[in-house]
């Protein structure tokens, strides 16, 4: 447990380092009106909170920066919500004042403000992300060398491809397989489809068919062209303005992650409604272990509707953040709760 003037401290050590992304020290604690502590008090409190593992201090500076362990007790206790100005609520809401043709516009417009207000990542799941299934697989010849590969959805979205077929590949090959497929896959959850491919009917194919692979190449093939129409993200360059990405190494795996769908998805996988936290190494991908990731989960009647998230630094404006997630969710779920009656 803190004590109340520790906790003081961490709270304006950890507001000061998010403004200035600069160590902070105890002299310009001190001259902050709310502490009201001398600059020797407080440099005493700031090493016993770094011996309790909340602050960290660079090798080359006097001052303290937060660690993980700090952040999560800031945004658990101690973050001040309810920092959106009206001038941002009214942007904010405007998405839903204008005539849209249809979901995506929605959600690409939705992605696209919260960037630009928080100039953090937005990244978007639609509803249909992780509970839509597949229904069905066909593959329809259009000559000895080409097919279109359809698959549909529990929805009724249908993707489709042109793909190529191997010549020596004959008819009676490509139906058993797409029977088999369709037999394994069938009702499995789009999110799910790679790793039961690549499992047991990967096995299931090879013991039936010579050229499973390439089919395989071919259903992935149309998943990934799908892929893209439920995921939205906006702002993936805006952590290039963070101070703390000046590593060209650090960003490029980073944005390598963010053109990545399926792990998107599995990074979004699995979360409960409301606002989830995941600070640093919370995240279990490594690309993002030097960033946080505030999502917001929304659901009707236990229904999932879809999940939007900020990515940024650590040194994020956690209050501004929960905020704007906390008023959009509801929004959204207001709004996509009409379309789905």
């Not at 440099?43 to 080359?60: I, S, V």
């Not at 799941?125 to 698959?151: M, R, S, Y």
Request: charge should be negative; glycine fraction near 6%; hydrophobic fraction near 40%.
């Amino acid at each position: 447990m803190l004590t109340e003037r520790q906790r003081m401290i961490l709270n304006a050590i950890v507001d000061d380092y998010i403004r200035s992304a600069e160590p902070v020290g105890s002299r310009s604690i001190s001259k902050r009106g709310d502490v009201g502590y001398s600059a020797a008090t407080i440099r005493n409190e700031m090493a016993d909170l770094e011996e309790l593992g909340f602050l960290e201090q660079p090798h080359t500076s006097a001052g303290r920066v937060p660690s993980i362990k700090g952040y999560r007790y800031y945004v658990d206790h101690l973050v001040k919500l309810g920092d959106v100005n009206e001038h941002e609520l009214k942007l904010l809401r405007s998405y839903i004042a204008e005539k849209m043709r249809g979901m995506e516009q929605v959600t690409q417009h939705a992605a696209m403000i919260l960037s630009n207000l928080t100039n953090y990542t937005s990244i978007f799941l639609g509803p249909e992300t992780f509970n839509t299934t597949l229904k069905h697989f066909q593959l329809v010849p259009l000559n000895e060398d080409t097919a279109v590969a359809i698959i549909v959805t529990s929805t009724g979205h249908v993707e489709n491809t042109t793909v190529s077929i191997p010549s020596d590949m004959s008819m009676s090959d490509m139906e058993r397989i797409v029977n088999i497929l369709n037999a394994k896959l069938a009702g499995v959850p789009l999110v799910q489809l790679r790793s039961k491919l690549f499992s047991e009917v990967g096995e299931e194919l090879s013991r039936y068919a010579a050229h499973c692979e390439r089919m395989i190449d071919v259903l992935t093939g149309v998943l990934k062209e799908g892929e893209g129409n439920r995921v939205f993200l906006s702002g993936t360059t805006n952590i290039l303005t963070q101070p703390e990405f000046k590593d060209v190494d650090k960003v490029k795996t980073l944005l390598d992650l963010l053109e990545e769908t399926p792990t998107i998805m599995k990074l979004f996988a699995d979360l409960p409604a409301g606002i989830q936290v995941r600070i640093g190494t919370e995240n279990e991908h490594e690309a993002i272990n030097n960033c946080s990731l505030i999502t917001a989960t929304f659901s009707i009647d236990g229904q999932s509707l879809g999940t939007i998230g900020i990515l940024g630094p650590t040194r994020m404006e956690y209050g501004k953040v929960i905020s704007l997630l906390d008023v959009l969710s509801k929004d959204l779920a207001v709004l996509m709760a009409r379309w789905y009656k």
